[in-house]
Each structure stands twice: as structure tokens, then as C-alpha cells.
């Protein structure tokens, strides 16, 4: 069959409303011709009950559950096709559609609390009178065929309904290589957690600039994105670098909570403190199965010492802190710090992953994969010479292809810096010898420019540098710069991996790895000439 099966549970004693909302799903099925109804009045005269409705449950879209008092006392309903519709709506994604028919004790049912019922203002349906009751039922009706109003596919590997475009928002995360070497393990801890989300609510990817974090999840989403988000009903990325990154000028969440409120649908984003803010963002998060992404936690977060990664902002605490304590979708944090405010939850409802510089193997595929050039010892002493970090192997590579022509023998005329023990120190000798390479000429005071900026750079603000008269130490190279000149200096950034790729969004903005723009922001500050 080719159309969602919509599969209707119901008491028998609640026939008449069962009718008449299979009237209104008729409706929907005869004109727009996108869905199956069906239910047990289905079942032919003389055929196995049991098997059709086993059958039926096991190839289902979308479960419309008609909760009454005779639903919750049935016990062929809550032993065996309740359990049998949560099963597949945490392995499957299966769509599961309460409507609350009549008074009962609903709000008293644990798996029925955390899913979100359609009723009218709280209340059941039979509390409206005959044209009220269609109204709603329409409105019901309206909110399945918003979720299979595309036809699936006929391959019968695919198992998810697509999302709308409306139900996605992935245009704040930071693009980063497609590559990703050594990172199975945490793959498989992702996967995991999203597929069994009553054993973890949030996981948290800890470790310094450059590991690899951004990359992993990016990875991960593109997975997940290849199989229709696997039942996610809703998917929201962000990362905290968008808004601002330096020191003391990022310690509020308000930009994302705002953003976040508006897009699930709350009608004041703006109103109450705070606190009240974060808490009903984890109430919108919670009621549906959600994929939440938040990357680049640190700028809110306290710096070593003695409130080391306690979150600075108050909406945001109460928004993890509510997601740890529970959450039917999946919470993904990546930082620099570990988070404070959850740390009573690690090993419980959060998962904590201390993400690992490169193995010798993985470092070793990753400059081969780059270009490098050399015996597989040789590209293993250089992974060793670096500790395995990502982005110096990313810029190592890319820098030896371009001048050395990817000869791994050549990588000791990388010039060594004493402070060896700060973080990202191995991809600031990379970069180090890019700013000789690229000494006098246009890239190098494109790079300046980024240091300027704690965020992404607007197009227009990088025209405003531009703009004459030459700022010395930072445009010299730009003045009289052709069109031409300027993207052929963008792209040979691009090939190094320290510019990001382009934008589609925003083709005019310029971004780059935090700590690609801390260190071309500390070097203008140290010499600006």
C-alpha cells in the first residue's frame, strides 16, 4: 500500500466518535489522497482479528489514540498495542496522535504525560456541543495530514516520514569538512542515545578548540538528515559563535532563547524573567521529539577558576537543567568546558564524552586524505608531533600540499612557538607559518580582518574595513583590490581551511574556526603594522 496507514485505537464503547472522526479522515483520504484509515471494522468476516490488528499496528505511520475512560480500562489496549505503538515510536519514529475523547485520568498516565494530547483548551472533546466537536476534529484532522501530507517513497528501506522545512532549523551551525576520521565510537554513542531516549537526555561532546567537535556532530547530523531525522519532530541547531565569542561580551542567552521561543510557536518570546524564559523553552523543546543542538557552549560559560564552566546565563541553565531531568528527544551540547550546571546528572540522564585527540591511524588517514605525501611511519610520527589535534592536522595538511606539494618531510620547517601548553598551540604553528606565506599579500590582511570580528562577518561590515583610506597593518594589500583579485584570495583561504566554505544563505559573509580568529585577533593586537 502506498499511502500512510493512519491507525485508529479506540474502546469500543467510544464507536460513535471513532465514526465520526473517521468521516472527517475520509474526507482528507478521498481529495488530497495521501493516507489509509484504518481501524478494526476493517477486519473481514471470518478472518484472524488478532493478526490483521498485529499487522496493521506493525506497518502503521501514524497512531491516532482515542483516550476515554473504556481506553485506559481496556486491557488489550494498554498491554498490547500501547506498548507495541511506543516501541516503534522510539526505534521507528512512528507518529503517535492522543486525542482526549472524554474525562479521565490522562494527566495521571506516565507515557501519555509525555506526549502532547490534542485537547480543547485541557479539555476533552465531549465537552463541546455537535459543530464545536467537527471544528476540533477538523483542526485534529488538519494537524496528521501536516505530518504525512507527502507521499512516502515506494523503497522499502525507508522507514521515517520527512520532515517540512518549517520543522528544521540547521542554518546556524558552522560548516565544517565532510571528512571525519576516528570517530565511530562517539557515532555509535549518538545513535545510541537517540534511539533509546529513555536512557539519555542530553550528551555533551567536551574538548578543546580544534578536536573535532563541530565536525563529529555536523557528521552526525548529516547521518540523521540522510534518514529523515529517524521520528525527530522538530530539529534546532545553533551555535553559540554566531552570536559573539570574545571575552565578557557574550553572557546572555537571549539572542537563541528568542529565536527558539519564536520558532516553536510561542505567541510572546519576549515575556518573563529569564528563567521563566528557559523553562518554557524546555517545555516546547519536551513536547515533541526533539533534536536540539547547541555547539560552542563556552563563551556562556565561566572560565577557569573558581566557577569553571557554570553556565552565566540563567535561561540557558534552566533549559538543560529542566532537558537532564527529562527529555523524549535529545539534547546535544558541545564545549570547551565541561557544564557545571549538569554534572549531578553524568552518568544518569547525561552523557559525558571527553572527546580524544585523532589516533595514530586516524591522523595518518586524514593527511593522506589532505594530500601529504609519505611512509605510513612517517605520517604517524607527524600525527604524534602534533598530539593528534584535528585542526592542526587539517591546516598541517593543506599547507604542506600547497607549498610542499604534500611532501610529510618538509613539515619540520614548521616554525615551533614557546607556548606550547596553551590550547589550540599546535594549530597556531600552522598558522604561523601561513602568515609567512601569505606575508604582502592580500590573504594575510584577510585574515587580520577576521581578527577583528568575534562572529561571523557580515558582508557589509567587511566593505566598511575595506573602505578607503588604507588602515596601515591591516587593508595595505587590499587597496585597489580587483573583484576578481579579492575572491581568487577568498578561495585560496578556502583551500587552506582557514576561511569556512561559502555560505548559500549569505554568500557575502566570512567565517572561520574560533581559534583561527583568535590568533589573527591576538597578532593585530600584538603588531598591528
Known amino acids: 500500500m502506498n499511502a500512510p496507514i493512519v491507525f485508529i485505537s479506540y474502546s469500543g464503547l467510544d464507536r460513535d466518535c471513532k465514526d465520526r472522526l473517521v468521516t472527517h479522515l475520509k474526507a482528507l483520504e478521498k481529495n488530497v489522497a495521501i493516507l489509509d484509515e484504518w481501524d478494526d ?68 498516565i506516565d507515557w501519555l504525560k509525555r506526549i502532547q494530547a490534542f485537547t480543547v483548551n485541557g479539555e476533552p472533546l465531549s465537552k463541546c456541543n455537535e459543530n464545536e466537536m467537527d471544528e476540533h476534529l477538523v483542526r485534529f484532522v488538519s494537524e496528521i495530514k501536516n505530518v504525512i501530507g507527502v507521499r512516502p517513497q515506494t523503497d522499502e528501506k525507508r522507514t521515517f516520514i520527512p520532515l517540512s522545512p518549517d520543522k ?53 547530523l548529516n547521518k540523521m538528515k540522510a534518514d ?20 565578557g561580551k557574550q553572557a546572555s542567552a537571549d539572542q537563541f532563547i528568542y529565536f527558539a521561543l519564536r ?36 563563551p556562556l560559560q565561566y572560565p577557569p577558576g573558581e566557577m569553571e564552566g557554570r553556565l552565566k546565563d540563567p535561561g540557558l541553565q534552566c533549559l538543560l537543567r529542566e532537558l537532564a531531568h527529562h527529555n523524549p528527544g535529545l539534547c ?84 615551533k612557538l614557546t607556548d606550547e601548553q596553551k590550547q589550540g598551540a599546535h594549530a597556531r604553528r600552522v598558522m604561523e607559518s601561513y602568515e609567512q606565506w601569505f606575508k604582502g599579500k592580500p590573504e594575510l590582511n584577510i585574515l587580520y580582518i577576521m581578527g577583528l570580528f568575534d562572529k561571523p562577518a557580515e558582508g557589509g561590515a567587511i566593505e566598511a574595513v575595506r573602505k578607503e583610506p588604507v588602515i596601515d597593518g591591516l587593508t595595505n594589500q587590499l587597496k585597489g583590490l580587483s573583484h576578481a583579485d579579492w575572491m581568487f584570495a577568498i ?8 576561511l569556512s566554505n561559502e555560505d548559500k544563505n549569505d554568500p557575502d559573509e566570512l567565517d572561520c574556526h574560533p581559534l583561527v580568529r583568535e590568533h589573527f585577533g591576538e597578532k593585530l593586537k600584538k603588531n598591528p603594522k
Open 41 to 108: 471494522q476493517k477486519i473481514g468476516l471470518g478472518n484472524n482479528w488478532e493478526n490483521e490488528i498485529n499487522e496493521s499496528m506493525n506497518v502503521a505511520s501514524v497512531a491516532i489514540l482515542m483516550v476515554s475512560p473504556g481506553f485506559l480500562a481496556s486491557d488489550y489496549i494498554t498491554k498490547i498495542e500501547v506498548p507495541r505503538f511506543l516501541e516503534r515510536r522510539q526505534k521507528e519514529g512512528l507518529r503517535i496522535f492522543p486525542i482526549i475523547i472524554k474525562p479521565c485520568m490522562w494527566k495521571e
Open 168 to 220: 528544521i532549523s540547521l542554518a546556524k551551525m558552522p560548516s565544517s569538512s565532510p571528512d571525519l576520521f576516528g570517530r565511530e565510537t562517539e557515532l555509535e554513542i549518538l545513535d545510541r542515545a537517540w534511539e533509546d531516549p529513555q536512557t539519555k537526555n542530553i550528551v555533551s561532546l567536551v574538548a578543546f578548540g580544534g578536536v573535532g567537535k563541530t565536525a563529529l556532530v555536523n557528521k552526525w
Open 228 to 247: 529523515n531525522f529517524r521520528g525527530a519532530v522538530r530539529v534546532l541547531a545553533w551555535s553559540f559563535y554566531s552570536q559573539g565569542a570574545a571575552e
Open 263 to 298: 520558532w516553536f510557536g510561542d505567541p510572546n518570546p519576549s515575556e518573563g524573567s529569564p528563567w521563566d524564559k528557559g523553562e518554557r523553552l524546555a517545555e516546547f523543546v519536551r513536547k515533541y521529539r526533539t533534536l536540539l543542538i547547541l555547539d560552542g557552549l563556552e
Open 332 to 415: 546535544v551540547v558541545t564545549t570547551r568546558l565541561k557544564v557545571d550546571d549538569i554534572k549531578d546528572d553524568v552518568g544518569n540522564s547525561v552523557e559525558e564524552i571527553e572527546l580524544e585527540n585523532l589516533s595514530e591511524e586516524a591522523g595518518a588517514q586524514l593527511l593522506e586524505k589532505l594530500g601529504v605525501q609519505g611512509t605510513p611511519e612517517e605520517l604517524k610520527e607527524a600525527v604524534n608531533d602534533l598530539d593528534g589535534h584535528a585542526l592542526a592536522l587539517t591546516l598541517l595538511g593543506t599547507y604542506l600540499k600547497t607549498v610542499y606539494h604534500g611532501d610529510i618531510r618538509q613539515r619540520d620547517k614548521i616554525p
Open 491 to 498: 578561495a585560496n583561504l578556502r583551500t587552506a581551511r582557514l
